[in-house]
């Protein structure tokens, strides 16, 4: 009987002694470590356990404010749908989500690998395309892609705690998209046929894999999670983890193939935009009145990510900049080959100027001086024209992104420019100088 207890006593000192070991692992730990599903090959992606540290981002539908609540982890972006002039009043559409980094302090059933995931979300609202991107470089062309990432959403009109359940649901629903062609604007066009996409999800309180197989048509791609609702309940809520990018195999080769070619230096193959005139400034947003980050030497070269919505302004890689891009005109750099192909077009000419710049000629016939002027640059939304330099003066009128405005004069404390507006009463009206881009003639005027 002794030899029994002892047997006994030991069976149950090694059992505590693993409870005890698995009790200080979830402590020390959090979460057990799910590893993503096996899909063979590196992945190509930059953080896919979206872990820290962390980075604040701008506002896509107003062009030099930095969004506060747009924090993801780094090598991520977010992205949504800007209100349109006819959901303006309309406060539960299209509303601005917010980002967050999830830890599984706050909430462990919300992180799939310790210690973190990330989140974005919208409250009492819907955003109809909100969610995170990544751009990938160095993809052979013609490779079978599978992007995938492991999504977890809660949807509920509910506020009781905890918030474990998707009570009343919104129609919250998420996906994976590749960009197989690599460009696109800062907020995305998935009507765009280069955009291949999974088939809508809806993961309520639970986490399940979603992915996408595409074909890449360049060396870049962009990888996106999109998601959507259907009704601004109270809580919209999108948690991802642990996502993979691999080249599953090879597309085949066409029977005829094209006569070689000499490989391509690194700077020919990657989309670039060298920098045209003596100078250039790098900014911090797409403003020409935002931060001068730094000033480039003609025959600098930067390479692009993406580009506004008006082609106005290329997003740059810049590593010491928040998020590690930055901004710098179209008019001053000139796009390389691979960028151009990118785009659709065969040549490289040289980047569109916003106005032609002009000295008479001598002879006969000389051109004209440009007038002053200024173009609108505010994304999907409208520039207010005001009756007076001031945010707070009566609205005359509202115009589109890319409008021309003739330039009578501008303020004091040049934050205002005078414009042309024949329907005022003094035919004259007032737009911030934050959300124009003068032409030479105008910052000529501004500079006296």
Not at 9 to 28: I, Y
Not at 145 to 174: C, E, H, K
């Amino acid at each position: 009987m002794l030899v029994v207890r002892d047997s006994l006593a030991a069976v149950l000192v090694r059992w505590v002694g693993l409870v005890a070991w698995a009790l200080l692992a979830s402590l020390c730990c959090g979460l057990p470590t799910q590893p993503a599903s096996a899909q063979g090959g590196a992945n190509l992606l930059k953080n896919p356990g979206f872990d820290w540290p962390e980075q604040i981002n701008n506002d896509v539908c107003s062009f030099g404010w930095q969004k506060g609540n747009a924090i993801t982890p780094h090598e991520w972006i977010p992205y949504w749908a800007c209100k349109s002039y006819e959901e303006a009043n309309q406060d539960r559409i299209n509303r601005e989500p917010e980002f967050t980094v999830m830890t599984a302090e706050m909430e462990s059933s919300r992180v799939r690998s310790y210690p973190t995931s990330a989140r974005f979300f919208t409250f009492w609202s819907l955003n109809r395309s909100m969610g995170l991107y990544q751009v990938v470089r160095n993809i052979r062309p013609g490779a079978r892609l599978r992007f995938s990432i492991w999504a977890n959403l809660l949807t509920t009109d509910s506020d009781i705690l905890p918030l474990s359940s998707s009570r009343d649901p919104g129609g919250l629903q998420v996906r994976a998209c590749i960009h197989t062609d690599g460009m696109f604007a800062l907020q995305p066009n998935f009507a765009d046929p280069n955009i291949v996409c999974s088939d809508w999800a809806r993961p309520y309180d639970r986490w399940e894999e979603v992915s996408v197989e595409a074909i890449a048509k360049s060396d870049t791609v962009t990888v996106f999670v999109d998601s959507t609702a259907e009704y601004p309940v109270k809580h919209n809520d999108v948690y991802v983890d642990d996502a993979s990018l691999v080249v599953v195999d090879e597309a085949a080769v066409p029977s005829a193939p094209a006569p070689p070619q000499p490989a391509p230096t690194s700077s020919e193959a990657t989309p670039q935009v060298i920098v045209k005139t003596t100078t250039a400034n790098v900014r911090a947003t797409p403003l020409l009145t935002a931060a001068i980050l730094a000033t480039a030497p003609q025959g600098t070269r930067f390479t692009v990510r993406a580009y506004t919505a008006d082609q106005l302004w290329w997003q740059i890689e810049y590593p010491s900049a928040p998020g590690g891009v930055a901004y710098i005109h179209h008019s001053v750099v000139t796009p390389n080959a691979a960028l151009m192909a990118l785009l659709g077009q065969s040549t490289t000419p040289a980047a569109p100027s916003l106005q032609t710049s002009a000295a008479p000629s001598v002879g006969p016939g000389p051109s004209a001086p440009a007038k002053p002027s200024v173009t609108v640059n505010t994304g999907s939304s409208r520039l207010k024209i005001r009756a007076a330099p001031s945010p707070t003066a009566k609205v005359l009128t509202r115009v589109r992104s890319g409008t021309v405005l003739e330039v009578l004069g501008i303020s004091p404390d040049k934050q205002w420019w005078q414009v042309a507006y024949p329907s005022a009463p003094n035919r004259v009206g007032w737009v911030m100088a934050q959300f124009v881009v003068p032409n030479e003639a105008a910052r000529a005027l501004a500079s006296r």
